[in-house]
């Protein structure tokens, strides 16, 4: 594959360059501004698969590091209710009637919304990720399949764990992950029990962690302290760890996960809609805290838009700190491509344009009334793209998305599979 354009990486020096991109197999082989290379390329490579970049920009696909793809099925059904309400009432019960196949349903909706919106990886936090894992392998995202448990549901979902990893041990692109709901509805047994299995298995562990005032006096009434300091008394912080929202962090949690190389995965939006509170974003920056940037599920957001998100994470903290410096456009770029291949354990190998990266990369068509002129390209990028405006789709070097049009997803079936499937639920 060979693609001439613009392209914008937020790699050290944040470069931007006009040329040429080859794609070989499932890797970036080759990126010059010299058209002499990209022939030689071509050369070598003749029945290359071509796309005409011009007017466009080539940039790392988008890095969703929490999110639960599957809750499209309950979006809008609570709206503008208080959180213990929204999830006693409505969340849970709706939850608790799911079936396995329903929520494979759900969880395509999601990923188709995320590769058409220019995601490339995204990690879930879910029910019944076992069953999900082939359905989420034939969609050729990225996925990291976060096995959601409680106390109440540990012996159901241990076994399924077990079963999605080997499971996904046939899948390149599709891994899974221990998920535990958070330290206020996991007892510290049952968190120690998941970061084993995560550790002997060698996966990712994520969490909710320091969402809400709620959260942090029932953490500190129980034991006597923060949700970070728990989580770390107990062993289970490291650089493998994820976790989701860390609204309500001081300056002690923030160094200890800063000590611990946890990643954050902030999810503005969703904090904004359930009146969580407002992340210490630009500090946990400046401590050198590894920030990753999140959807969240769609119940709480209410669409996986990444492009919003970038933008509400800076708007937000320049409005919080009453600093208009505060998280530039570039760092949110950052955020959402390297960033978030570091956490996800990728190192630099995704998340950039650069030869020998792993070829998950978007289109963006610059062509659009809201785009024009582009005087400085990352901004315009951060504050002014929309989902609807990434093109193409490439993970692991395969075509997903061409002329916005998802290629293995027949989306009309997939609607009326979706309205179908809350339908069963809701009846039940
Ligand atoms: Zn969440």
Redesign the pocket.
Known sequence: MVLPMTAASAEAGGGVFTGWVGIDGNRIVLVTERAEEAETFRAAHPDVHRIDGRGRVLMPGLIDT???AAMTLQRNRADDIPLMRWLYDHIWPFESKQRPEEVVVGTRLGIAELLLGGVTSFVD?YYWENHCVEPVHELGIRAWLGCNYFDSNVEEVFPQMEEAVARAARSGRVRVAVAPHSAYMVSPENLVRGKEFARRHGLHFMT?VS?TQDEMRIIRERYGCSPVEHLDRLGVLDEHTVA??CVHVDERDLATLVARGVAVSH?PQ?NMKISSGVAPVERMVQAGALVTI?T??PC?NNDLDMWEEMRSASFLQKSATGDPCSLPAYELLKMVTVNGARALGYGDELGVIRPGALADVILIDLQKPHLQPVNELIPDLVYCAKAADVETVVVDGELLVENRRLLRVDLPALYAEAREAVQKIVAR
């Open positions: 929490h999110c639960h936090m909710h969402e989701a929202h999810n969703s999140g969240d599920g709480s």
